[in-house]
C-alpha cells in the first residue's frame, strides 16, 4: 500500500475551496508603510542617531543580570525563533493541511516565504556587518562593517515569518485573526528575550519585526510562482508514476497451468461423449461411486491405464471375495505337481 503524499491526496474527498490572498489596497498600504518603517530604522542606525544611543542604553543596563531568575526559562523560549526547530515544527502541521486538503500549496508557500527570508535577511546582514553587543568595541559605536552578522535580528524575522505563515494559509477569517495574535505574541516574545539574553541590540529586533513582516505581506505576489510550481511537480508525478490508483496486474506465478478455455473444453469433451457415449476408456463402463471428469481438465492431461501406479481406489463399493486376485496384484504360487 502507498502511503506517501501523493497517494493520500488521490484518496481523500475534495476540500472546500479555499480562497488565495490578494495584494489588496489594504495590503498595498501595509507593505508601503513597513517597507519605510524598515528603511527608517536602516538609516537611523547608519546615521548613529538616537537609536543607537538607546541600544547602548539597554545594553549597559544588562537585562540579564537585573532578573537573573528567568534567565534559564528565556533559554528555551528563544528556541521558537530559530530557524531549524520551527521550520520543522511548522512544516509537520503544513504538511497535515497537504494531506488533507488535496494540495501542495501550504508546504510550497512555507518553503518559499523561507527562502525569501535567508535571501532578504541574510544579504542585509553580510552587507552591513554589525556586530552583537557581547562583541561591541567602542560605545556609542553603530559597531557596522566590522564583519558581524547580526542585523536584522534572525531569530525575529523567522518567528514572524514562521508562525506568522500559519495565519497567512487559515481556512477561516476566525482562525486566521486567532493566529495572527498567536504569532504576534510569539515573535514579540523572541525579539526581546534576545534582547534580555545580550545576543542582539534593540534596533537589530526592530529590524527583524519589519523584515518578517515584509516577507508575510509580499507572499500574494509569490503565489502565481506557487501555482506553477504546484502545477509542474503534479505533471511530473503523473509523467513518471501513471495514472494514480492505477495497480498493474499481478504476474502468474512460475510454473501455474495455463487455463483452458471452457469451449475447447466442451469440444473435447463432445468428441469423446461422440466414439463411447454413457462409457468410460475402452467401452468399459465407469465404475460405482465415481465422478464425471470436470470440465476445464484436458483429456490429453489423464494418464494411461497402463502408466498408473497398481492402487486399489478407496472407496470401492465390491465387496472382497476370497478367490479374486486384487487388480494389479501378483496372484499366490501355485504348488508345483509332483511334489
Given at each position: ?241 501513471g495514472a494514480p490508483g492505477r495497480r498493474p496486474a499481478p504476474a502468474a506465478p ?86
Amino acid at each position: 500500500m502507498r502511503t506517501d503524499i501523493f497517494a493520500r491526496l488521490d484518496r481523500e474527498p475534495e476540500p472546500p475551496k479555499i480562497e488565495t490572498p490578494r495584494m489588496s489596497r489594504h495590503r498595498v498600504a501595509l507593505f508601503g508603510g513597513t517597507l519605510a518603517f524598515y528603511l527608517a530604522i536602516v538609516i537611523a542606525v547608519l546615521m548613529s542617531s538616537w537609536l543607537v544611543t538607546l541600544d547602548w542604553k539597554v545594553m549597559l543596563f544588562r537585562p540579564y543580570q537585573q532578573w537573573p531568575e528567568i534567565h534559564a526559562a528565556l533559554d528555551y523560549y528563544v528556541v521558537l525563533g530559530q530557524r531549524g526547530p520551527t521550520a520543522v515544527m511548522v512544516a509537520c502541521w503544513l504538511g497535515w493541511r497537504s494531506w488533507r486538503q488535496h494540495t501542495l500549496r501550504p508546504l510550497l508557500t512555507l518553503g518559499a516565504s523561507l527562502l525569501l527570508l535567508n535571501l532578504t535577511v541574510g544579504a542585509v546582514k553580510i552587507g552591513l556587518g554589525r556586530l552583537g553587543p557581547h562583541y561591541a568595541t567602542r560605545i556609542g559605536s553603530a559597531e557596522l562593517f566590522a564583519g558581524g552578522d547580526i542585523f536584522p535580528s534572525g531569530h525575529t524575522a523567522n518567528a514572524v515569518v514562521t508562525w506568522g505563515i500559519l495565519a497567512y494559509l487559515a481556512a477561516t477569517p476566525r482562525a486566521r485573526r486567532y493566529l495572527s495574535a498567536m504569532s504576534a505574541i510569539v515573535s514579540l516574545g523572541v525579539g526581546l528575550t534576545t534582547v534580555y539574553l545580550g545576543t542582539h541590540w534593540l534596533s537589530d529586533v526592530l529590524l527583524g519585526w519589519a523584515a518578517g513582516l515584509l516577507i508575510l505581506l509580499g507572499l500574494p505576489w509569490v503565489e502565481p510562482l506557487i501555482t506553477r510550481a504546484e502545477n509542474w511537480i503534479f505533471a511530473a508525478r503523473a509523467r513518471l508514476g501513471g495514472a494514480p490508483g492505477r495497480r498493474p496486474a499481478p504476474a502468474a506465478p512460475a510454473g501455474a497451468e495455463t487455463p483452458v478455455p471452457v469451449s475447447a473444453v466442451q469440444q473435447a469433451g463432445d468428441g469423446t461423449a461422440a466414439q463411447s457415449p454413457g462409457h468410460g476408456q475402452a467401452g468399459r463402463p465407469p465404475a460405482a461411486g465415481s465422478r464425471p471428469r470436470a470440465h476445464g481438465t484436458p483429456a490429453a492431461g489423464h494418464a494411461a491405464r497402463s502408466e498408473r501406479s497398481p492402487v486399489t481406489p478407496a472407496g470401492s463399493r465390491r465387496p472382497p471375495h476370497a478367490d479374486r486376485t486384487p487388480r494389479g496384484g501378483t496372484a499366490p504360487a501355485r504348488p508345483v505337481a509332483g511334489g
